[in-house]
């Protein structure tokens, strides 16, 4: 759909969700909730030590931690279509940070995005699944944040055009789509099931990246899963489907892609995916990573779009003696064979790092080649990669032209789809 267009049905939508909240102004759980931690709540060092292994779990950092930034002092900007907001300051600084906030107004913030004075969040703070979260754990996440350093610095202003600055409309957009309860354990499956449920749909918010989203930027739960888009990313489908999504993933390689970030044969996780795994998966016990896998064994399976599944497998790229190259892509094989073929060689099962190893990847396979276009734009955010082995950054180098032609290449060389990358696209993705 045309952009203009989609705002426009998206403006329009806000006008409904306006009146419904000038509705619900009134009517909203904005008062404070009773908190108080359950009898099983560990104290003292052991509820730090939970605090610290929840708020990894939920990868806080990512979003409240900038590259050369303090930790959680805030400050990341969130780039959307009508204008920027930025990450706020979450140290116990008592100024600029939550350092003055109780409990109930944490519990309150993470449960039903309402800030300390009441104000109505913007999901780009993912409250909704947090929202599943259970008081004990919030309060834990609160208590570990409590012996974070105080950092005295302020957030930068939002920028966002009118009527999207207008808060309360928030709220009309929760009422259609907060869930409104927290995570209920399903006495039909076993524990490590549960554990799965709880990480994937509250802690670790795979869905906020992974579920596609509507007009009103609100997850399609009956689409679970099935794939989303981050800034430009594409976060793949990652439901039980056999040709879309993790069917013909062994348990294993699964579990080695979330831990690691690669597995053989499935290629690599770049982008905001190396992200949550440096930061965040990577540190997760494996008891973790496996109710994780356990978990995502039986979402359903949910069909993509036919554009979005894999289309060769790394055997496959291997085996396939010659590759359809048409002249078009000339330019795009030439800068290949001149600055990737030394990592990735021309078979993509990489050179010096396992972590090159692309080939079968499902980046590979998008004839929008967003994934590949934004790797080769912005690198690879590998924190522990020792330089010359990394993935390094390109915009610099290559022109919207040449890095279009690149991208094409890639695609149509890895998976024998035709790439339909234009230079105006890579520009938007700089
Ligand atoms: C995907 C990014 C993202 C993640 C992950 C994230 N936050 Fe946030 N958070 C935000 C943004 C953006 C805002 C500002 C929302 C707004 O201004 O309406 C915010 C707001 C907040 C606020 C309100 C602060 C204030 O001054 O009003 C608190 C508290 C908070 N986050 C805590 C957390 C905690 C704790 C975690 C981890 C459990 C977390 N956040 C994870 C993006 C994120
Ligand atoms: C911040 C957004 C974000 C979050 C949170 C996130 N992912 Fe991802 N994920 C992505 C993106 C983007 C990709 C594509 C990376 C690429 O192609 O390089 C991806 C790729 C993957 C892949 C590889 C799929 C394939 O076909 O190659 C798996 C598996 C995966 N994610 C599982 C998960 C699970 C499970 C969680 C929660 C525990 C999760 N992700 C949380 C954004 C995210
Ligand atoms: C110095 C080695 C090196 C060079 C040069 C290099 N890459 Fe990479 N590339 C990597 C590594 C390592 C990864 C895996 C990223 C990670 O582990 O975070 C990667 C990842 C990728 C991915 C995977 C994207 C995904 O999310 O599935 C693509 C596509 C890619 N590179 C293409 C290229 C192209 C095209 C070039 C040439 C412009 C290139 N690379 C140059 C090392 C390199």
Request: net charge negative; hydrophobic share 40%.
């Amino acid at each position: 759909m045309k952009s203009w267009r989609k705002y426009t049905i998206a403006a329009c939508c806000l006008a409904v969700l306006g009146f419904v909240g000038a509705v619900m102004f009134f009517y909203w759980p904005h008062g404070l909730p009773q908190v108080e931690a359950s009898k099983a709540q560990p104290v003292g060092a052991e509820l730090l030590a939970r605090g610290e292994y929840l708020t990894t779990a939920a990868d806080c950092a990512a979003c409240h931690t900038t590259k050369t930034g303090k930790a959680f002092a805030g400050g990341l900007a969130f780039k959307l279509p009508f204008g920027t907001i930025y990450s706020p300051n979450i140290t116990s600084d008592p100024q600029f940070g939550i350092g003055n906030w109780s409990d109930a107004e944490f519990v309150r913030a993470m449960k039903s995005g309402v800030g300390k004075h009441g104000e109505d969040l913007y999901p780009a703070f993912p409250y909704t699944s947090y929202a599943l979260l259970s008081t004990d754990d919030i309060l834990a996440i609160r208590a570990y944040l409590t012996t974070i350093k105080p950092i005295s610095q302020p957030s930068p202003e939002n920028q966002l055009a009118f009527p999207f600055n207008q808060r309360p409309l928030m709220r009309g957009w929760k009422l259609l789509f907060m869930p409104w309860h927290p995570f209920e354990p399903d006495t039909a499956r076993d524990e490590q099931w549960n554990q799965g449920a709880y990480l994937v749909e509250a802690l670790a918010h795979c869905g906020e990246c992974h579920t596609p989203r509507g007009l009103m930027f609100q997850r399609k739960q009956s689409e679970a899963l099935s794939g989303g888009d981050v800034d430009g990313w594409k976060a793949w489908n990652i439901t039980s489907d056999k040709k879309y999504g993790l069917g013909m993933w062994s348990d294993q390689q699964v579990a080695e892609m979330l831990s690691t970030g690669h597995t053989k044969g499935h290629g690599v996780a770049s982008g905001p995916m190396r992200e949550a795994i440096d930061l965040s998966l990577s540190k997760l016990p494996a008891s973790d990573i496996d109710a994780i896998v356990a978990y995502l064994r039986t979402v359903p399976p949910v069909t993509g779009d036919p554009n979005s599944a894999v289309v060769r497998t790394r055997d496959e790229v291997l085996s396939a003696s010659s590759s359809p190259i048409g002249p078009d892509t000339q330019l795009g094989k030439e800068i290949y064979g001149g600055a990737c073929a030394s990592c990735h060689g021309w078979n993509g099962v990489g050179q010096f790092n396992p972590r090159a190893a692309i080939s079968g990847g499902h980046a590979l396979s998008d004839p929008e080649a967003s994934n590949v276009v934004r790797v080769v734009l912005q690198g690879s955010s590998d924190h522990e990669a020792a330089p010359g082995k990394t993935m390094p950054a390109f915009a610099k180098i290559y022109s919207d032209a040449e890095v279009a032609a690149l991208a094409n290449y890639v695609v149509e060389h890895f998976s024998g789809r035709k790439g339909t990358v234009t230079a105006e696209e890579v520009l938007e993705a700089r």
